[in-house]
């Protein structure tokens, strides 16, 4: 396992991060000690950064992660949650909640600091809210010593990258924008770097969709885009290959970021995983499956409350 310094923070992080939403059964239900298992074998492997938020399965994941690491030296992970984001539609960027949220989250992983504290899908609040009052929140705690570091996370690129440099803030998370399918991330990479920000690569599978099985129906994805993916592992089918291992394996051999986030709530994925870091890709596929998302390629989606509005006329919420 590799080591990368995030940005100007003095967090050394594993180029493999492991996402602990499953944790909350976001993408499906799991036995909760083999979620235990998941994160010790985590360890074991070199792992040592673990991004969660109390979004996840309603605190859930954050709770199942604490326990996970009870017992384990604190001196050997590096602890990254969220703060703005409590619901599906609830979301509070007020100074007073995200203290609060900040000291619940502590309670839940069993620990006395956050390595990194991030404002959660920023394109929710009102960006000068985040930068008034949010990030000074923040910022307080991190003088009293409850949080190490201060970032933010979101889906649009521009927005993301605007806020980051307004509000000051060490590290961004963008998720879906360095996968197979979308690359978009790469493009701001140069930025990032000039500005001092260190960047976070969450969700090579693109939420599920770059999978066999596909995505959950709440996917945002159109359908244009679900079918060219289905098509994708398809034809990694008809030659024994699998799509999933492959997009892990583009997103965290390539990856502009320090560190690519990835979830996962079994022992066998994480070794499935880390073993993705060192295996050669095959490029006869990976030319086979950018051929079938060629029709698709850096076309995202919306985010945002009006996204969300339409998801819930579709039946999708």
């Known amino acids: 396992m590799r080591y990368r310094l995030l940005g100007r923070t003095d967090l050394n992080v594993s180029e493999l991060a492991f996402g602990a939403s499953p944790l909350g059964s976001v993408f499906g239900a799991f ?25 996840y399965g309603a ?6 992660l ?39 989250s502590l309670r839940r992983l069993g620990t006395a600091h956050l390595d990194l504290i991030q404002c959660h899908d920023i394109e929710f609040g ?72 260190g960047v976070i690569n969450a969700s090579p599978l693109a939420m599920g969709a770059l999978t066999r099985r596909g995505a959950p129906d709440w996917h945002p994805g159109s359908f244009g885009f679900h079918t060219r993916c289905a098509e994708a592992a398809d034809a990694c089918e008809v030659v024994g290959g699998d799509l999933a291992k492959l997009a892990l394996q583009f997103s965290a051999q390539t990856t502009p970021a320090a560190t690519t986030v990835i979830g996962t709530s079994s022992s066998e994925e994480v070794r499935r995983n880390v073993a993705c870091l060192t295996e050669t890709i095959d490029q006869e596929l990976l030319v086979a499956v950018e051929t079938c998302l060629a029709p698709v390629r850096d076309q995202g989606w919306t985010s945002g409350p009006a996204a969300e509005q339409d998801l819930r006329r579709e039946g999708r919420l």
Do not use: M
Not at 35 to 54: C, E, H, K, S, W
Not at 136 to 160: D, N
Not at 181 to 188: C, G, K, T, Y
């Open 59 to 64: 605190t859930a994941a954050e709770t199942v």
């Open 126 to 197: 009102h960006p000068t809210q985040i930068v008034e009052e949010t990030v000074p929140a923040l910022r307080e705690l991190q003088s009293e010593g409850l949080v190490r570091h201060v970032g933010i996370t979101g889906y649009p690129l521009p927005e993301l990258a605007q806020l980051a440099v307004r509000a000051g803030v060490d590290t961004v998370l963008s998720y879906c924008q360095y996968t197979l399918h979308d690359r978009r991330l790469a493009a701001w990479e140069e930025r990032f770097r000039e500005w001092g920000v």
């Open 31 to 55: 036995a909760e000690q083999d979620g235990i298992a998941a994160v010790r074998t985590a360890l074991d492997a070199g792992i040592n950064f673990f991004d969660v938020a109390p979004y």
């Open 66 to 104: 604490g326990r996970a690491l009870r017992g384990v030296d604190r001196g050997t992970y590096l602890l990254a949650s969220k703060v703005g984001r409590d619901g599906r539609a609830d979301f509070d960027f007020s100074a007073r909640r995200v203290k609060r949220s900040v000291t619940e």
